[in-house]
C-alpha cells in the first residue's frame, strides 16, 4: 500500500521540550516538505528537501531543524526555540515539479 | 518573498448555486495546481495547470489558467454538500519549492 505516513496523530509538549515528527514515504519521491497550518490559515513552507542529505529553509525554517538521511524518511524536530509551536503539521513529498501527495499531518499542542 | 493572493477567504452558498475562486501572483508561473482540505483532513490533489490560457474540466469542476500565466480559477457549477472544504492554488514559479495560496473555505447550505 503506496503512500505517506506521519507520526503520531496528535502531540502533546511541554514548553522547553523538543519533539521530532515522523513522516514516511514509500512512492519513491525524491522532493519531501514540511508544512506548517494554523487554524483557518494556508500552508506555510517550513523546510523542503529535493534530495537525500539535502535540505532548504522554506518561509518558516526558525525554531525548527530537519535531517534527510534516508530517501524515504523526512523527520521534523520542533525545538524549544520555536515561540508558538502549537499547529497543524503536514509533510509532502512529490517526484518533482509534480503533484505533492500529503500525509494524514500530526497536531501538535504545546501545554 | 513571493506571494499567492487567493480570493475570497470565505464563501457560503445555498446548495446547487455555483462558486468561483481565484488566484493571483504578480510574478509569472511555470504551473498551477489545485488542492482540496476536507475539514480536518489534510490537502488533495485535484489538477495541474501548465499551459497559457489552459482550460481543464472534471465533472462539475472547472480549472483554468491565464494567458500571463499569472493568475487562475477554479469554479463549481452548482454546488453539492459534499464540495465543503478549503480549496487551495499552488503555484510552481521555479522548480521544487510551492507556495500556497491562502485558501478559500467553502460552506455549502442544503
Known amino acids: 500500500d503506496g503512500g505517506i505516513t506521519q507520526s503520531p496523530k496528535y502531540l502533546f509538549r511541554k514548553e522547553g521540550q523538543n519533539v521530532t515528527l515522523s513522516c514516511e514515504q514509500n512512492?519513491?519521491?525524491?522532493?519531501m516538505y514540511w508544512y506548517r497550518q494554523d487554524p483557518g490559515q494556508g500552508l506555510r513552507l517550513i523546510y523542503y528537501?529535493?534530495?537525500?542529505?539535502?535540505?532548504q529553509k522554506g518561509d518558516i525554517a526558525e525554531g525548527y531543524s530537519v535531517s534527510r538521511e534516508k530517501k524515504e524518511s523526512f523527520p521534523l524536530t520542533v525545538t524549544s526555540a520555536q515561540k508558538n509551536p502549537t499547529a497543524f503539521y503536514l509533510c509532502?513529498?512529490?517526484?518533482?515539479?509534480?503533484?505533492?501527495?500529503f500525509g494524514p499531518g500530526t497536531r501538535l499542542t504545546v501545554l | 518573498g513571493q506571494q499567492v493572493m487567493q480570493i475570497p477567504q470565505y464563501q457560503h452558498v445555498q446548495e446547487g448555486e455555483d462558486f468561483t475562486t481565484y488566484c493571483n501572483s504578480s510574478?509569472?508561473?511555470?504551473?498551477i495546481q489545485w488542492y482540496k482540505q476536507r475539514p480536518g483532513g489534510h490537502p488533495v490533489f485535484l489538477i495541474q495547470?501548465?499551459?497559457?490560457?489552459e482550460v481543464k474540466k472534471q465533472k462539475r469542476l472547472t480549472f483554468q489558467f491565464g494567458e500571463a500565466k499569472k493568475n487562475s480559477s477554479l469554479h463549481i457549477t452548482a454546488t453539492q454538500t459534499t464540495d465543503v472544504g478549503t480549496y487551495f492554488c499552488?503555484?510552481?514559479?521555479?522548480?521544487?519549492?510551492?507556495?500556497f495560496g491562502t485558501g478559500t473555505r467553502l460552506k455549502v447550505l442544503a
Open positions: 509532502a513529498s512529490s517526484g518533482g515539479a509534480d503533484t505533492q501527495y
Open positions: 512512492l519513491n519521491h525524491d522532493a
Open positions: 528537501s529535493q534530495i537525500v542529505n539535502d535540505f
Open positions: 510574478t509569472t508561473l511555470s504551473n
Open positions: 495547470l501548465v499551459k497559457s490560457g
Open positions: 499552488a503555484a510552481l514559479p521555479g522548480t521544487y519549492k510551492y507556495i
